[in-house]
C-alpha cells in the first residue's frame, strides 16, 4: 500500500500507522461576489466607478422594482448586499444603515443608486443618494434625499 495517494482535488492524504488527512480551506460563499465587485469591477471602470455603479443601481432597481421601501431589507439579503436597517423617515430624507459583510476599501454606490430608484419610482418625487462609509462601526449609512416639489 502507497504511503502517498494523491486525489483529484490535488490534496495529499497520508497513510502510515496514523492518518492525516488535509481539509480544504474554507471559502465564504460570496468570494466570488468579493472578487468581482472588489477587484473586476474596479479594474475595468476604473476612474468612473463611482459614477458608473450609481447609474448601474439605478438601472438594478428598474429590473426589479419594489412595491415598498419596506422589501429593500429582502431584496438587499438576498442579492449578498447586507443587512439594511431604516434608520429614519421623513419628509423629505429617508436614511437607511447598511451592515455589509465588507466596508473597507467598497464602493457602495451601486446600494444607493438602487434605493434612490426604487423611492423615486414608489413615491413619483426626484430622488438622490448620498452614502457615508462609517468603518469603525462597519456600516454604511445610505441617506434619501427627496425633492417633493419635482416629480418625476
Known sequence: MPLFRRFPSGFL?????????????????HFGYEIIRDYVLSDILG??????????????ARKFPLFSLDEAA????????????LEKSGKGETTFVLHPLK????????????LA???????????EAYEEVLPRKKIVRITLKTDVRELF
Open 74 to 85: 429582502g431584496f438587499f439579503a438576498e442579492a449578498g448586499f447586507g443587512k439594511l436597517v
Open 13 to 29: 492524504h497520508i497513510e502510515s500507522w496514523f492518518t492525516m488527512t488535509v481539509k480544504e480551506p474554507e471559502i465564504t460563499d
Open 117 to 127: 430608484e426604487q423611492k423615486q419610482k414608489i413615491d413619483g418625487f426626484l430622488t
Open 47 to 60: 476612474k468612473h466607478e463611482s459614477d458608473l455603479l450609481y447609474w448601474a443601481g439605478k438601472s438594478l
Open 103 to 114: 466596508v473597507e476599501n467598497r464602493c457602495f454606490k451601486l446600494e444607493a443608486g438602487f
